[in-house]
Nanobody, 122 residues
Framework: QVQLVESGGGLVQAGGSLRLSCADN????????MGWFRQAPGKGREFVAA????????KYADSVKDRFTISRDDAKKNLFLQMNSLKPEDTAVYYC???????????????WGQGTQVTVSS
């Protein structure tokens, strides 16, 4: 069974915005970190952003810093990624993840969603 389910992907013009969400199915209550990764065809899974739940500390890949914002709705058990000023190079499948390491490598995360496609046209 999947632990997390992403939604909100779609097609958007360059310069536009999308908000991705990730629903927690209740099996990640022991996790202290949630994050977003993305993967383009033929490429590895790339770190996008992470959130340390206990403090609210965030970190971002340089490529998305100042454009993307990661946040968490604890009551609804949702993780969000607000993506502004989108560029064609942001096109990828986006995955949410949960774990206990405030890390940028995917193998430090324990739970994953199925991915949602984001396509940015020029």
């Amino acid at each position: 069974q999947v632990q997390l389910v992403e939604s909100g992907g779609g097609l958007v013009q360059a310069g536009g915005s999308l908000r991705l969400s990730c629903a927690d199915n209740g099996r990640t209550f022991t996790s202290n970190v949630m994050g977003w990764f993305r993967q383009a065809p033929g490429k590895g899974r790339e770190f996008v952003a992470a959130l340390l739940l206990k403090s609210g500390r965030t970190k971002y890949a340089d490529s998305v810093k100042d454009r993307f914002t990661i946040s968490r709705d604890d009551a609804k058990k949702n993780l969000f990624l607000q993506m502004n000023s989108l560029k064609p190079e942001d096109t990828a499948v986006y995955y949410c993840a949960a774990g206990n390491f405030f890390a940028e490598t995917p193998n430090r995360y324990d739970y994953w969603g199925q991915g949602t496609q984001v396509t940015v046209s020029s």
